[in-house]
C-alpha cells in the first residue's frame, strides 16, 4: 500500500471557522484526490490534482478549494465551514501506470 | 443521478457460501471498472478490477465479472469468511477521465 497519511484524523470545529486538512504520501504518486463520504452516497470526489499546482474540481467542489505546493503534500481547505461539510474525508492516491487509487484513513470532521 | 449503483444497501451471507454483489452502471463509455473494500474506520482498499474489453477477471476467492450489454458487473467471493465482513463499494472510470464515479456501497455481512 501507498504510504498516505491524513492529518488530523478527527476535528470538530464550529460553523464558519476556516478548516485545512492535510494528505501526505511518500510514494511519489502524480495524481491525488480528496472525496466525503456520506452515507447512501458512497465516495464523492471534491476536488483532484494531476501534479504539483495542476488542480481541477470534482462534483461536489463548492466550497472547497485545494493547493498542492509539493508532489507529496495536497491540502483541502474549507474557507467557511458549514454543518453540510461534516463528513469523513478521504485522500487517494494514483500511479499514472494504472487506475487504482490508493486511500488514506480518512479525516472525520464535525461542524457544529 | 447517481451512474454506478449498488441497490442493496446490505447482504448477509453464510460462511463458506457464495457472495454476490451486484453494481449497475447507466454510462456506456465506461472502460474500467474496479471493487474496493472499506472497514469501519478505515480508507478503502483495492480488490479487484476489470476492463470493459473483459468479461471476467480472478483473483484467488475473487472472481468480477462484466456484462457489458446489460450495463451489469457483479463480485463473487467463494468460500467467503469471517474476514470479509465489510462495506463493498464499485467504482467505474471514464475514458480519458481522471476520475472515478462510485457506487454508494454495499455492506457484507458474514454469518458464522
Given amino acids: ?112 | 443521478d447517481q451512474q454506478v449503483k449498488q441497490n442493496s444497501p446490505s447482504l448477509s451471507v453464510q460462511e463458506g457460501r457464495i457472495s454476490i454483489l451486484n453494481c449497475d452502471y447507466t454510462n456506456s463509455m465506461f472502460d474500467y471498472f474496479l471493487w474496493y473494500k472499506k472497514y469501519p474506520a478505515e480508507g478503502p482498499t483495492f480488490l479487484i478490477s476489470i476492463s470493459s474489453i473483459k468479461d471476467k477477471n480472478e483473483d484467488g476467492r475473487f472472481t468480477v465479472f462484466l456484462n457489458k450489454s446489460a450495463k451489469h458487473l457483479s463480485l463473487h467471493i467463494v468460500p467467503s469468511q469471517p474476514g470479509d465482513s465489510a462495506v463493498y463499494f464499485c467504482a467505474a472510470r471514464l475514458d480519458s477521465n481522471y476520475q472515478l464515479i462510485w457506487g454508494a456501497g454495499t455492506k457484507l455481512i458474514i454469518k458464522p
Fill in chain 1, 1 to 112: 500500500d501507498a504510504g498516505i497519511t491524513q492529518s488530523p484524523r478527527h476535528k470538530v470545529t464550529e460553523t464558519g471557522t476556516p478548516v485545512t486538512l492535510r494528505c501526505h504520501q511518500t510514494e511519489n504518486h502524480r495524481y491525488m484526490y480528496w472525496y466525503r463520504q456520506d452515507p447512501g452516497h458512497g465516495l464523492r470526489l471534491i476536488h483532484y490534482s494531476y501534479g504539483v499546482k495542476d488542480t481541477d474540481k470534482g462534483e461536489v467542489s463548492d466550497g472547497y478549494s485545494v493547493s498542492r505546493s509539493k508532489t507529496e503534500d495536497f491540502l483541502l481547505t474549507l474557507e467557511s465551514a458549514t454543518s453540510s461539510q461534516t463528513s469523513v474525508y478521504f485522500c487517494a492516491t494514483r500511479t499514472g501506470a494504472t487506475y487504482e487509487q490508493y486511500f488514506g484513513p480518512g479525516t472525520r470532521l464535525t461542524v457544529t
